[in-house]
């Protein structure tokens, strides 16, 4: 597959006309919709990265993705009780743990609320989500619905974002750290972790697609699934976008200190 054959994709879908006939023209079509749809293209992080943002702008996307972050595990566990197969919920498990932790051990959620901490948001605050903006609520549960209502094999496919993830993260990494004075290296933990993390993550889901999606058809709904979760990504910037950069911050959401 080539890019010039991939011209018939919608906001929805890769379109009726593009047929994936082996797992390789499959891969070559996720890394294209990663390649073109995924949020580290968005003007929003263009701004957070370059250091383009104030502080309350900055507090405003942790706070809003916390509700993200806090969810994941909540979508995994949904995604394991789609599968009879004990070796697919076996391998699916250390997710949670990754996000919530263990007894004794740190998970992502906590790094997350070390990264509120640290920017000054109230923590309870944050775990309350009373000031995410409605957008942000919406999306964030529209794709563990996803993850619920549809295949067991898109649920899988729908994580192939991580794929992406390692190059946003070391962007954000050294572009937080390098514009933000106030930002240092401990609130940032959450963001080193993932660099193991996710590319762990993103070789089984993209083995797991590649080995069960066996039909044309299958591999349609598993490009669908990955253009339906740049879609939720996309929109919470999109929203974050209209409210803090914009200066149309809706009734209740979280309105910074003026600096």
């Given at each position: 597959?080539?890019?010039?054959?991939?011209?018939?994709?919608?906001?929805?879908?890769?379109?009726?006309?593009?047929?994936?006939?082996?797992?390789?023209?499959?891969?070559?079509?996720?890394?294209?919709?990663?390649?073109?749809?995924?949020?580290?293209?968005?003007?929003?992080?263009?701004?957070?990265h370059g250091g383009k943002l104030n502080k309350g702008q900055v507090q405003a996307w942790?706070?809003?993705?916390?509700?993200?972050?806090?969810?994941?595990?909540?979508?995994?566990?949904?995604?394991?009780?789609?599968?009879?197969?004990?070796?697919?919920?076996?391998?699916?498990?250390?997710?949670?743990?990754?996000?919530?932790?263990?007894?004794?051990?740190?998970?992502?959620?906590?790094?997350?609320?070390?990264?509120?901490?640290?920017?000054?948001?109230?923590?309870?605050?944050?775990?309350?989500?009373?000031?995410i903006l409605p957008a942000t609520r919406f999306a964030v549960e529209a794709y563990v619905?996803?993850?619920?209502?549809?295949?067991?094999?898109?649920?899988?496919?729908?994580?192939?974002?991580?794929l992406f993830a390692p190059n946003l993260h070391e962007e954000r990494i050294s572009g937080?750290?390098?514009?933000?004075?106030?930002?240092?290296?401990?609130?940032?933990?959450?963001?080193?972790?993932?660099?193991?993390?996710?590319?762990?993550?993103?070789?089984?889901?993209?083995?797991?697609?590649?080995?069960?999606?066996?039909?044309?058809?299958?591999?349609?709904?598993?490009?669908?699934?990955?253009?339906?979760?740049?879609?939720?990504?996309?929109?919470?910037?999109?929203?974050?976008?209209?409210?803090?950069?914009?200066?149309?911050?809706?009734?209740?959401?979280?309105?910074?200190?003026?600096?």
């Amino acid at each position: 597959m080539n890019a010039a054959s991939m011209t018939g994709m919608t906001a929805l879908s890769i379109g009726k006309d593009i047929r994936l006939t082996s797992a390789e023209e499959l891969e070559a079509t996720l890394r294209h919709i990663g390649a073109t749809r995924y949020h580290s293209l968005h003007p929003f992080h263009k701004l957070l990265h370059g250091g383009k943002l104030n502080k309350g702008q900055v507090q405003a996307w942790a706070l809003n993705r916390y509700y993200y972050q806090s969810t994941i595990p909540i979508k995994d566990a949904v995604v394991i009780s789609r599968f009879r197969d004990r070796a697919t919920r076996l391998e699916w498990r250390h997710r949670i743990e990754d996000h919530d932790g263990d007894v004794g051990s740190e998970g992502g959620i906590e790094r997350w609320l070390k990264l509120t901490e640290g920017l000054g948001l109230d923590t309870a605050y944050v775990e309350s989500t009373e000031g995410i903006l409605p957008a942000t609520r919406f999306a964030v549960e529209a794709y563990v619905h996803y993850c619920r209502e549809k295949s067991p094999l898109e649920a899988i496919a729908s994580s192939l974002t991580e794929l992406f993830a390692p190059n946003l993260h070391e962007e954000r990494i050294s572009g937080m750290l390098e514009h933000y004075d106030f930002v240092n290296p401990d609130i940032m933990s959450y963001f080193k972790r993932r660099l193991a993390q996710a590319p762990r993550d993103a070789g089984f889901a993209l083995d797991y697609v590649k080995a069960h999606a066996t039909t044309p058809e299958q591999r349609a709904l598993v490009c669908n699934a990955l253009i339906f979760k740049t879609s939720v990504l996309w929109v919470q910037l999109d929203a974050l976008q209209h409210a803090y950069v914009e200066g149309n911050i809706p009734p209740g959401a979280f309105v910074p200190k003026a600096s």
